[in-house]
């Protein structure tokens, strides 16, 4: 143990507040001795005889308990020595102060500053540890948000970019009916992907916000609501859901968790075959798997899937575009809902996203 640790500090306090407890009263009566011997007696009564009726209160307690100059006495050299700890109590807690001092100049410009105090078990190394995995964590996440507000820049200045060459073409020239109605098309097209763009940060915001109410949800249900509005969606593509869904109760916002489903499913659909199957599964644990039979994901790419505007090129069949905010959504509001979601490749085709959420109260309770 170092002897720059608050522990051996104290500990050495300690050993001199209890040297100074055995020793205070003897330097009671000393005092007590050197008062008496150097001052005049301001009572005014001699030795061994008793106080006049007339004399002050003071006096006639102290004549009756001789034992107050004592107490007194005893109590000025325990308020003297406690005058002494201060600075010594200060000394102990230096190190934290000086710990303090290199903890305060961090700021969003220095977030790679790490403490480094060492593999030692003392407290303060302990601490320095748990601060460094501490900012470790804060950089990791600020630099997450730095990359997603860049990328939500280039995200919304690429269309930004096209609409105004298309405008600008339209105001240019003279256009006939056809190109007229070529240039309004990918407007429409640029417009609707901003659309979406937008809507995805918002609900990207608000999962991370947390949920305001919690109420019981039928999964079930929803998967069953949401697998119904895509059936013709996959029809087109080609691609045949089939699903196993026992009932199933989360606790959570409703249009959340139906934006849950319904991202899942969509990224399924596009990223799979023509006659390609989405197997949609609600149980007790995991709660939601969500699996399809397109391209192999290698297992390195997995994991950078929920990172907003992080897209597969793959080969896919559904070529309406995107945010690359689909997973990252779908994470986030699985967060919010207290729960787990996870991808992993089949080895062969697809992708099986699996969600997990806490047990609620009542599994079989009616919405």
Same mark, same amino acid.
């Given at each position: 143990?170092?002897?720059?640790?608050?522990?051996? &500090?104290? $500990?050495?306090?300690?050993?001199?507040?209890?040297?100074?407890?055995?020793?205070? @009263?003897?330097?009671?009566?000393?005092?007590?001795?050197?008062?008496?011997?150097?001052?005049? +007696?301001?009572?005014?009564?001699?030795?061994?005889?008793?106080?006049?009726?007339?004399?002050?209160?003071?006096?006639?307690?102290?004549?009756?308990?001789?034992?107050?100059? *004592?107490?007194?006495? $005893?109590?000025?050299?325990?308020?003297?020595?406690?005058?002494?700890?201060?600075?010594?109590?200060?000394?102990?807690? *230096?190190?934290? *102060?000086?710990?303090?001092? =290199?903890?305060?100049?961090?700021?969003?410009?220095?977030?790679?500053?790490?403490?480094?105090?060492?593999?030692?078990?003392?407290? $303060?190394?302990?601490? =320095?540890?748990?601060?460094?995995?501490?900012?470790?964590?804060?950089?990791?996440?600020?630099?997450?948000?730095?990359?997603?507000?860049?990328?939500?820049?280039?995200?919304?200045?690429?269309?930004?970019?096209?609409?105004?060459?298309?405008?600008?073409?339209?105001?240019?020239?003279?256009?006939?009916? %056809?190109? $007229?109605?070529?240039?309004?098309?990918?407007?429409?097209?640029?417009?609707? &992907?901003?659309?979406?763009?937008?809507?995805?940060?918002?609900?990207?915001?608000?999962? +991370?916000?947390?949920?305001?109410?919690?109420?019981?949800?039928?999964?079930? &249900?929803?998967?069953?609501?949401?697998?119904?509005?895509?059936?013709?969606?996959?029809? %087109?593509?080609?691609?045949?859901?089939?699903?196993?869904?026992?009932?199933?109760?989360?606790?959570?916002?409703?249009?959340?968790? %139906?934006?849950?489903?319904?991202?899942?499913?969509?990224?399924?659909?596009?990223?799979?075959?023509?006659? =390609?199957?989405?197997?949609?599964?609600?149980?007790?644990?995991?709660?939601?798997?969500?699996?399809?039979?397109?391209?192999?994901?290698?297992? %390195?790419?997995?994991?950078?899937?929920?990172? @907003?505007?992080?897209?597969?090129?793959?080969? &896919?069949?559904?070529?309406?575009?995107?945010?690359?905010?689909?997973?990252?959504?779908?994470?986030?509001?699985?967060?919010?809902?207290?729960?787990?979601?996870?991808?992993?490749?089949?080895?062969?085709? =697809?992708?099986?996203?699996?969600?997990?959420?806490?047990?609620?109260?009542?599994?079989?309770?009616?919405?």
């Amino acid at each position: 143990m170092s002897p720059r640790t608050p522990a051996r &500090r104290i $500990l050495l306090l300690c050993g001199a507040l209890l040297l100074a407890a055995q020793v205070a @009263p003897l330097l009671a009566g000393q005092t007590l001795a050197w008062w008496q011997a150097f001052s005049t +007696d301001w009572c005014g009564i001699p030795p061994g005889r008793a106080p006049d009726s007339d004399a002050p209160f003071i006096c006639v307690q102290m004549f009756r308990r001789p034992s107050i100059p *004592r107490a007194i006495a $005893l109590a000025a050299v325990l308020a003297a020595m406690l005058a002494a700890a201060y600075p010594m109590v200060r000394w102990c807690l *230096r190190p934290i *102060r000086e710990l303090a001092a =290199g903890i305060a100049n961090v700021g969003p410009m220095n977030l790679g500053h790490r403490l480094r105090p060492g593999p030692g078990r003392s407290e $303060l190394a302990e601490l =320095g540890r748990a601060i460094d995995e501490m900012m470790d964590r804060i950089a990791v996440g600020y630099e997450a948000q730095r990359r997603f507000a860049a990328d939500a820049s280039h995200e919304l200045r690429t269309p930004l970019a096209v609409q105004r060459t298309l405008i600008e073409v339209g105001m240019a020239r003279t256009l006939t009916a %056809e190109q $007229l109605e070529l240039l309004t098309t990918q407007l429409l097209a640029t417009n609707e &992907r901003n659309e979406r763009l937008i809507e995805g940060l918002l609900v990207l915001s608000e999962s +991370d916000r947390g949920l305001v109410a919690r109420t019981p949800q039928r999964l079930d &249900r929803i998967v069953a609501a949401v697998l119904d509005a895509h059936q013709a969606r996959a029809a %087109e593509a080609g691609v045949t859901i089939t699903s196993r869904l026992q009932p199933r109760v989360v606790l959570g916002e409703q249009v959340l968790l %139906e934006r849950l489903v319904a991202n899942l499913v969509q990224n399924a659909v596009k990223y799979n075959r023509a006659d =390609g199957v989405i197997e949609v599964q609600v149980g007790d644990d995991p709660a939601l798997v969500v699996s399809n039979t397109g391209d192999d994901v290698p297992v %390195e790419e997995v994991s950078a899937l929920f990172e @907003p505007f992080r897209r597969r090129f793959g080969n &896919r069949i559904d070529h309406s575009g995107g945010a690359g905010l689909g997973l990252a959504i779908a994470r986030s509001i699985t967060r919010a809902h207290d729960g787990i979601i996870a991808a992993s490749s089949t080895g062969h085709d =697809g992708l099986r996203v699996q969600v997990s959420f806490p047990a609620a109260s009542s599994p079989t309770a009616s919405i």
